[in-house]
């Protein structure tokens, strides 16, 4: 009976978690179409108008994605070279989710 208890437990917190997963990943998708993508493209790889004036990287580039959550963080919050800084106008839980999918868009 007591592990019978456990295993319910379980399950309903797995079930409860994982739908939040899955609307971060789907709110970061949102993020960065609303606020990333007119410079750095849908694919991350910089090829609009925008992307091509400023020189910016392709996120599939070995230089991005070797770099680690922590310094893309403090890209996107900071700003670097042309790109405005975020801090302030997104959450630091915002920051967070663009950065592991700016990771991700980088490895499609």
Same mark, same amino acid.
């Given at each position: 009976m007591k592990n019978s208890l456990v295993i319910t437990? &379980?399950?309903? %917190?797995i079930g409860a978690i994982t739908p939040a997963v899955a609307a971060s990943a789907s709110d970061a998708a949102a993020l960065y179409s /609303?606020?990333?993508?007119i410079c750095h493209g849908a694919d991350g790889k910089g090829a609009t #108008? &925008?992307?091509?004036?400023?020189? %910016?990287? @392709?996120?599939? #580039?070995?230089?991005?994605?070797?770099?680690? @959550? /922590?310094e893309l963080q403090a890209t996107i919050g900071k700003g670097k070279n042309k790109m405005p800084s975020f801090a302030g106008k997104l959450t630091d839980e915002q920051i967070q989710a663009l950065a592991t999918y700016v990771k991700e868009l980088g490895k499609k």
């Open positions: 437990a &379980a399950v309903l %917190i /609303s606020k990333c993508s #108008a &925008a992307g091509k004036a400023l020189g %910016i990287h @392709d996120y599939h #580039a070995p230089e991005v994605q070797t770099k680690d @959550d /922590s």
